[in-house]
């Protein structure tokens, strides 16, 4: 009687192929969400972290103004004829209020060091259907050096032989934000209006800063 042959190792050969195949897929399916979560992730990462450091700021310019209540930034000064000549900036009022805010601002910064945000990885793989879902993922927002100010002053027309002046202090903060498949430094600028003033007449050719 004929003995049939032994099937073991063209079984054995099926499963290493059938092993190698579904690894093989794994990894590409691994690489391209990979692939198509990176950018999501840096994405998302990056706008999170300008809004809470905005937002941030925000807290710190509104908490320390209001702390500084009825300060005159600036005053408006005449000439002899009664036209606008130019305006003064108090820059003792400007200062203690910058350094109020700068210091408020960085206890808030490492206060508040972490945040989190959602990923919606169907967004990221182009499937319309799943858009709205995704894991949560940690985003740590870590200060990059001090926040900085700048103060800067405006005119803009504002109506018939009207003149709008602006004295904003700048906020500008650079923050190190580490995600998950992303790491990356954004910097952060929150204008923040300190004093608005309506000057009828002619433009000043110049401002007046009293820093004695």
Avoid: K
Wanted: some cysteine; proline content about 4%.
């Amino acid at each position: 009687m004929r003995r049939s042959a032994n099937p073991a190792p063209a079984v054995r050969r099926r499963r290493r192929l059938r092993i190698t195949a579904i690894a093989a897929i794994f990894l590409i399916v691994v690489c391209w969400l990979e692939f198509s979560l990176r950018s999501t992730v840096e994405q998302n990462a990056l706008s999170a972290a300008r809004l809470a450091v905005t937002q941030l700021l925000c807290s710190a310019a509104e908490e320390s103004m209001a702390e500084e209540t009825d300060i005159a930034y600036t005053t408006v000064l005449y000439d002899t004829d009664g036209a606008v000549a130019a305006v003064e900036v108090s820059a003792e009022a400007v200062n203690r209020l910058q350094n109020r805010i700068i210091s408020r601002a960085s206890e808030m910064l490492h206060e508040e060091a972490d945040t989190t945000i959602r990923v919606p990885i169907g967004a990221a793989g182009g499937m319309m259907l799943f858009s709205a879902n995704g894991p949560s993922i940690r985003v740590r927002i870590r200060p990059h050096g001090a926040v900085t100010p700048e103060l800067q002053s405006s005119f803009e027309e504002a109506g018939m032989n009207q003149t709008l002046h602006r004295l904003t202090l700048v906020l500008m903060c650079e923050v190190e934000l580490i995600a998950p498949l992303c790491s990356d430094t954004v910097c952060v600028e929150y204008p923040c209006l300190i004093a608005e003033t309506l000057l009828v007449g002619n433009l000043p050719e110049y401002m007046l800063t009293d820093f004695t």
